[in-house]
Nanobody, 115 residues
Framework: QVQLVESGGGLVQPGGSLRLSCAAS????????MGWYRQAPGNERELVTD???????RYADSVKGRFTISRDNAKNTVYLQMNSLKPEDTAVYFC?????????WGQGTQVTVSS
């Protein structure tokens, strides 16, 4: 059974930075896509960014220029570097991956941007 384990969330002041990690494990043959979604209270879950096996990336307009996704294929791990954080970035961040043609979710990690 594939598992996605996230880490790196926390509390940060506006303008600060955080780095999230998501490691996939469990009999993986191939990973087509890994990405990050977020969900704030009262809002729907939204795509933040994703990266495909050919290293194509996509970003939500709200995070372009501030967030960077990267991937370590040897470790089956995806990273999200978040800079210039704003209070509106506060949400639970979920890792998502398409592994061996199946869709998986992590348990989520809280990111809070507040002074």
């Amino acid at each position: 059974q594939v598992q996605l384990v996230e880490s790196g969330g926390g509390l940060v002041q506006p303008g600060g930075s955080l780095r999230l990690s998501c490691a996939a494990s469990g009999g993986i043959v191939s990973i087509y896509r890994m990405g990050w979604y977020r969900q704030a209270p009262g809002n729907e879950r939204e795509l933040v960014t994703d990266i495909f096996s050919g290293d194509k990336t996509r970003y939500a307009d709200s995070v372009k220029g501030r967030f960077t996704i990267s991937r370590d294929n040897a470790k089956n791990t995806v990273y999200l570097q978040m800079n210039s954080l704003k209070p509106e970035d506060t949400a639970v961040y979920f890792c998502n991956a398409i592994v061996d043609q199946r869709n998986y979710w992590g348990q989520g990690t809280q990111v809070t941007v507040s002074s």
